[in-house]
Every structure is written in C-alpha cells, then in structure tokens.
C-alpha cells in the first residue's frame, strides 16, 4: 500500500496535473472575484468564505479527469484488480494521494488567498477546519467519479456533472462552518455534520468505486 501510494504521488507531480495546476486555479479565481464584485470591503467579508470554498472544490474538480486515466492507459488498472490487495484499499490509496497533492495543498493556501478577499480575522481558523474536514471527502467523490467514467472518451465533462451534485452537501456545510465561525457564530452543527458526510464518504464511497470499476474492466 505504501508503494502504491508513493508511486501515485510520483504521478501526480509529474503528470502536472495536481499539485501546481490546483494551486494555479484556485489562485485565479480568488483574484478575480474582487474585480467583478468590487473593491467594497464589506461584500467580499460576507463572501469570502463561500468564494474560497467554491475555488477549492472546484480546484479539486478540475485534477480529477486524470486521477484514473494513466492507470488505464497503460493496463494498471487490470493489474490492481487482479492483485492480491482488495481493489477497495488501492482506491482509496489514489483518493489518498489526490488529496495529499491537490486537497491538502489548498488547505495550506486558503488562509493566505483570504487576505485578498478581506476574510475576516476569527473566520482563518474555522476555515482551515472546514477545509481539512471537508476536501477529504471531495477526494473520494471524486475517485467514485473518474471510476464511473474511466475509459469513456471525453469524460471530463460527464464526470464533472456526476460528480458535482454529489459534492453539494459537503460544499453547504463547509462553506457554513467558514461562514459562522468568520462571524462568531457557533459553528458545532454544521461541522458535525460536514464531519459525518466526510466519514460517511470514506467508509462507503471504496465500495462503490470498486464496483464501477470492476463493470468498467470487463
């Protein structure tokens, strides 16, 4: 499992398209949100939150299409299916490494991109709880999604419409976690309920990616 792991990370960074396009996105849509709502301090505090959490899912979103690609191109996928390892824990080795090359990347850069949308001081740390509660879970939507569609030609963009209303739940209670804690609110329903969705996720989302899968390799 180890193996697999630090080899999927290996991908990752070499195939380009985790770590830097991630970032490089997530950049680019938190700049330029105060360029089309305005320079008005208050508005981009009361969105903030929501802003930062829509880039980060969507950063997520956006690496997804290549999670399982290379893997079927050069017959990995058939390999992992046969091995000994239950097909189960070597997909949620890859949910793994995405998130440690996309998700947790964007966890570290929130608090800073927030400066630019003027995010108020007290919501920085309820954001970085949000964002390390929630982005695991859209790593592991997300392999379900590069699961259904592996193999099809242009799947991107039907991976993208499966995919995102499976990510609602998490988007609303992470963004409202950030939300109520950047206006000192309480903020214990709505994280308990993005840490459910999240642990919900990881416990049930392997089985289902396995069996896409496993219809997909036949």
Known sequence: ???LLKRD????????????LGLAFFLIVTVLVPFGVGPQSDLLSQIAPGILWLGALLA???SLDRLLALDWED????????APLPLEA?????SLAHWIT????????APVLGVLLNLPERGYLWLLVSLLLGTPALSVVGTFGAALTVGVKRGGLLMSLLVLPLYMPTLIFGAEVARRGAAGMDTTTPALMLAGITAGVIAVMPFASAAA??????
């Open 1 to 3: 499992m180890i193996a």
């Open 9 to 20: 990370l290996m991908l990752a960074v070499r195939a380009g398209g985790g770590f830097g």
């Open 60 to 62: 997520c979103l956006l």
């Open 75 to 82: 017959g990995t996928l058939d390999l992992l299916a046969t």
């Open 90 to 94: 070597a997909l949620s080795i890859k």
């Open 102 to 109: 996309t998700g947790l990347p964007l966890v570290l850069a």
């Open 213 to 218: 899968l496993r219809v997909n390799l036949r």
